[in-house]
């Protein structure tokens, strides 16, 4: 079994070279450009709340991202393991579930694989999915099967941004980059409205993949996940953003709204 290369902690992964050959993706609104991040409205956060003002309520995904440390000497039977149940439950119509991406972490925490679902319904799919699950035996065994690999597991349930494109299947093989972001109580409106804007300085090259907000887990946590050929194309990437007038400008009022630890360099990042 292949392991996978992308994703802050810093995180670079490597998608399961096996999953994505065998895998479907799905992308009803794949025409629906970056461009109407142009359209967000500025919100006074005391109105609604922050799920409702910010995220894609016309499609109604919902999201599970896992982060699974692993028994170093478990990381090719997990893969493979792993990868088997998943591309059952992605093409099984009866479970309402989508595996959107699975990789391993190649430059962050070593030995862990983080794994991405969607919900198209949000919650009434998930439980629908979970309940089945629970009654499904083979899925039960793989379960037991899989907790003698691990060291820990946690997750998180996320919505989308609704600036960001919806994740969709690309040509690869790709790093992908996961900058995970610890934001001050209060403040995820105004992250939202500086990257409503600045989403447009990231698509040259086509590396914006998706952008998500956390609702149970950890809160006030917010992830982008990039795409790039290789680390050359990331650094050629990023810094061509910084010659764009009004990039500099996004980073210093986001920074300004993270966490204090996050200042000092516990960002997450993986790849």
Same mark, same amino acid.
């Given at each position: 079994?292949?392991?996978?290369? &992308?994703?802050?902690?810093?995180?670079?992964?490597?998608?399961?070279?096996?999953?994505?050959?065998?895998?479907?993706?799905?992308?009803?609104?794949?025409?629906?450009?970056? /461009?109407?991040?142009?359209?967000?409205?500025?919100?006074?956060?005391?109105?609604? &709340?922050?799920?409702?003002?910010?995220?894609?309520?016309?499609?109604?995904?919902?999201?599970?991202?896992?982060?699974?440390?692993?028994?170093?000497?478990?990381?090719?039977?997990? +893969?493979?393991?792993?990868?088997?149940?998943?591309?059952?439950?992605?093409?099984? !119509?009866?479970?309402?579930?989508?595996?959107?991406?699975?990789?391993?972490?190649?430059?962050?925490?070593?030995?862990?694989?983080?794994?991405?679902?969607?919900?198209?319904?949000?919650?009434?799919?998930?439980?629908?999915?979970?309940?089945?699950?629970?009654? +499904?035996?083979?899925?039960?065994?793989?379960?037991?099967?899989?907790?003698?690999?691990?060291?820990?597991?946690?997750?998180?349930?996320?919505?989308?941004?609704? /600036?960001?494109?919806?994740?969709?299947?690309?040509?690869?093989?790709?790093?992908?980059?996961?900058?995970?972001?610890?934001?001050?109580?209060?403040?995820?409106? !105004?992250?939202?409205?500086?990257?409503?804007?600045?989403?447009?300085?990231?698509?040259?090259? +086509?590396?914006?993949?998706?952008?998500?907000?956390?609702?149970?887990?950890?809160?006030?946590?917010?992830?982008?996940?990039? &795409?790039?050929?290789?680390?050359?194309?990331?650094? !050629?990437?990023? +810094?061509?953003?910084?010659?764009?007038?009004?990039?500099?400008?996004?980073?210093?009022?986001?920074?300004?709204?993270?966490?204090?630890?996050?200042?000092?360099?516990?960002?997450?990042?993986?790849?």
């Amino acid at each position: 079994m292949a392991t996978c290369s &992308a994703w802050p902690r810093w995180q670079l992964l490597r998608t399961f070279d096996n999953w994505k050959r065998s895998t479907r993706w799905f992308s009803e609104n794949g025409d629906i450009g970056w /461009f109407r991040s142009l359209f967000v409205r500025k919100v006074d956060a005391r109105k609604d &709340a922050h799920s409702n003002l910010l995220s894609k309520r016309e499609t109604s995904n919902l999201y599970n991202i896992q982060f699974h440390n692993v028994k170093p000497e478990c990381l090719e039977a997990y +893969n493979s393991l792993e990868a088997e149940v998943q591309n059952k439950l992605h093409h099984d !119509e009866d479970y309402p579930c989508e595996v959107v991406g699975s990789w391993n972490t190649w430059y962050g925490e070593q030995d862990q694989v983080v794994h991405l679902w969607r919900y198209r319904g949000g919650y009434p799919a998930l439980t629908e999915c979970l309940q089945k699950l629970n009654k +499904n035996k083979e899925y039960l065994e793989f379960r037991k099967e899989r907790a003698k690999m691990l060291i820990s597991r946690r997750n998180q349930l996320l919505l989308e941004f609704s /600036f960001w494109n919806e994740p969709l299947p690309r040509q690869g093989p790709n790093i992908y980059e996961l900058r995970t972001y610890h934001l001050k109580p209060g403040t995820m409106i !105004e992250w939202g409205n500086h990257w409503a804007r600045a989403i447009k300085y990231r698509q040259e090259n +086509n590396e914006a993949v998706g952008g998500f907000f956390s609702q149970i887990g950890d809160l006030y946590v917010v992830h982008h996940l990039w &795409a790039y050929e290789n680390l050359l194309s990331r650094e !050629e990437t990023r +810094n061509s953003a910084w010659q764009k007038e009004g990039w500099d400008a996004t980073v210093h009022y986001t920074g300004e709204i993270l966490l204090p630890e996050q200042l000092m360099g516990s960002n997450e990042n993986k790849i």
